[in-house]
């Protein structure tokens, strides 16, 4: 039963989702939303394309060639604000009722229309949450201090209640400098000591981008946006706790590669502790694409093996990085931990439909929920590359068509119905194979991984569109002493749901 269907049982009106109709989804002759109006006047469009935003952010590529520093400057950032006055456990406080709600929205910072299309949602859904968490890549390409204001300070202005965050990949472009500044008011960090000649760190250090000086003035200016005594927040450093109601929020910093340092690791262990429930936020998903990915910790052990122990209370984890929603409901010794992807914020978005049939911890296609649709990104990139290529008459795929031949190459059934079925050609079956759209791991697991990866490289990174539906998503979290319900609401960027964000998914965890 979809969510709208749910929710009318209740008796809660919901607008129609991408379940429910094509519509619901965004296609369609739709009215465009009144998000542009929140912009600045002039955006710049980022591309993945351009040679000059790959060289920005190559220290992800050098760090994988000659050893993550990143451990070690994070390690000095913890130190530092430490010395400063930051709280040795790194846990936040807040006092309040036991029934409290925040959001999280993943992988904001692109700066254009995907970024501000999600706002007017965001802000309408999360009127009266307590707080908010970033979960990833905060600002894109590189992190740096002087995009906060267009891609940060303005896009949440709005947004009357403090915003937490943990730090994506592109924000440690710049070694976290702008993050540091701006979430934990830190001072610059001290250079660190030149690295012996002709070793990998040194040839490292000649090719490192290094952070720009920041701009105090244009910074000050961009503060003034979140000014108000109810906004502020200054959080202890990249990883992080909260402490609200009966539930504690633990935030962790996986750096560059996705992995995390032994020291942030030790005090991972130390804070999982305890009867209280929790809920991990990181920026790399444990769960994601049909496949495990359980973040191994420097020096032994994973992140998901803490979030496993029973002794730790996990209720969820969520991470961002991935731009589009995912979840994965994986029963561990008889209790059930909520694996959530949550990355569609405001950057490009990352295809659903080249995730196969999902075969995972006893997590089958039954269980697993996506966002946007298979067949919705099917048709989605299909316009994308038919514009790009100039071949609209043969990569474009309607909706309809896109969902049948998704529907048949996993072998499931079509995920909304369709007024008359669409007939699958060979022309539809060539742009899904082209587009790589996934396929059943019986008949596809000797070639998935190499065939996912090279789409991965040579279709998905790029420029973002700039016309709806964006797909774009966020997350609202109610907490009760009993249980907290996790939802899932779609920005398409046309004023239907802007106006009334759909929910494209809903669970509700038990905290008993």
Request: hydrophobic share 35%; with cysteine.
């Amino acid at each position: 039963m979809s969510v709208r269907r749910l929710a009318h049982c209740y008796g809660a009106p919901v607008s129609e989702s991408s379940r429910d109709t094509a519509e619901g989804a965004g296609w369609g002759d739709a009215q465009p939303g009144d998000y542009r109006a929140l912009m600045p006047s002039q955006v710049e469009k980022l591309s993945w394309l351009n040679p000059k935003t790959l060289w920005a952010a190559r220290n992800g590529v050098l760090a994988s060639w000659f050893g993550d520093p990143t451990g070690q400057t994070r390690s000095r950032w913890a130190h530092q604000q430490q010395a400063a006055g930051a709280p040795a456990d790194r846990v936040i406080r807040r006092d309040g009722p036991d029934r409290f709600s925040f959001m999280v929205i993943g992988d904001t910072g692109e700066g254009d229309d995907p970024q501000y299309a999600v706002v007017p949602g965001f802000l309408k859904t999360g009127q009266d949450t307590d707080f908010a968490v970033l979960a990833s890549d905060v600002i894109y390409p590189v992190g740096a201090t002087a995009d906060y204001g267009t891609k940060f300070f303005r896009p949440y202005r709005d947004y009357r209640a403090p915003i937490y965050a943990i730090p994506g990949n592109h924000d440690w472009y710049e070694d976290l400098q702008g993050f540091m500044k701006v979430f934990c008011d830190a001072a610059p960090l001290a250079p660190a000591p030149a690295p012996r000649p002709l070793t990998g760190a040194w040839l490292r250090s000649l090719l490192w981008h290094r952070p720009g000086k920041p701009d105090e003035q244009r910074l000050g200016e961009a503060r003034k946006l979140r000014s108000t005594p109810a906004q502020q927040a200054v959080q202890p450093g990249p990883y992080w706790a909260i402490d609200a109601g009966r539930v504690r929020i633990i935030g962790i910093d996986t750096g560059l590669l996705g992995t995390i340092d032994a020291e942030q690791g030790r005090w991972l262990r130390e804070v999982s502790q305890g009867p209280r429930p929790k809920i991990l936020v990181t920026g790399s998903p444990l769960y994601v694409d049909g496949e495990h990915h359980p973040c191994p910790i420097e020096g032994g052990g994973t992140v998901d093996d803490i979030v496993r122990d029973p002794g730790h209370h996990y209720v969820a984890a969520i991470g961002g990085d991935i731009h589009n929603y995912q979840r994965y409901p994986v029963d561990v010794d008889g209790r059930t931990i909520q694996y959530v992807v949550s990355g569609g914020g405001g950057a490009f978005m990352h295809a659903t439909h080249t995730i196969p049939r999902v075969s995972v911890a006893n997590v089958g296609e039954q269980d697993f929920r996506c966002y946007p649709l298979r067949g919705d990104s099917l048709a989605f990139y299909s316009r994308l590359y038919g514009r790009r290529l100039r071949l609209r008459r043969f990569f474009t795929l309607t909706e309809a068509e896109a969902t049948a031949v998704v529907a048949e190459r996993l072998g499931i059934p079509v995920t909304r119905a369709q007024g008359t079925p669409a007939r699958v050609t060979r022309r539809i079956r060539l742009v899904a194979r082209l587009l790589g759209a996934g396929g059943r791991p019986d008949r596809t697991a000797r070639f998935r991984l190499p065939v996912r990866k090279l789409y991965t490289r040579l279709f998905s990174p790029g420029s973002a569109t700039y016309s709806p539906p964006f797909f774009k998503s966020f997350l609202r979290l109610d907490v009760t002493e009993e249980a907290v319900r996790l939802r899932c609401f779609a920005a398409t960027g046309n004023l239907r749901q802007e106006l009334d964000p759909p929910v494209e998914d809903e669970v509700t965890i038990p905290l008993v």
